[in-house]
Nanobody
């Protein structure tokens, strides 16, 4: 099993930046990829970015150029740098990990609120 804990959310003005962190514990050596989803109020959950075990980042078209995903040196932490924040980025951002056997784990999420 893998446990995921996110941090770094908060209230920020439009145009500002945030860095979200997600730290994994448990069977971290079985982790294949990690990434972030977000869910805005009244909207469907959206995959925003993920990073493969080899370190290749992938982004939703809606966030390319503003979001940067990266992994820590020990590979049990994934970061999401969000720049030029917009009010429409307001959402609960949830970290996930996919193990080599395909099992998916979720964190509880961290709220990002962007004021205009």
């Amino acid at each position: 099993q893998v446990q995921l804990v996110e941090s770094g959310g908060g209230l920020v003005q439009a145009g500002g930046s945030l860095r979200l962190s997600c730290t994994a514990s448990g069977s971290i050596f079985s982790i294949n990829s990690m990434g972030w989803y977000r869910q805005a109020p009244g909207k469907q959950r959206e995959l925003v970015a993920f990073i493969t075990s080899g370190g290749t980042p992938n982004y939703a078209d809606s966030v390319k150029g503003r979001f940067t995903i990266s992994r820590g040196n020990t590979k049990d932490t994934v970061y999401l740098q969000i720049d030029s924040l917009k009010p429409e980025d307001t959402a609960v951002y949830s970290c996930y990990s996919v193990l080599r056997d395909g099992i998916l784990y979720w964190g509880k999420g961290t709220l990002v609120t962007v004021s205009s």
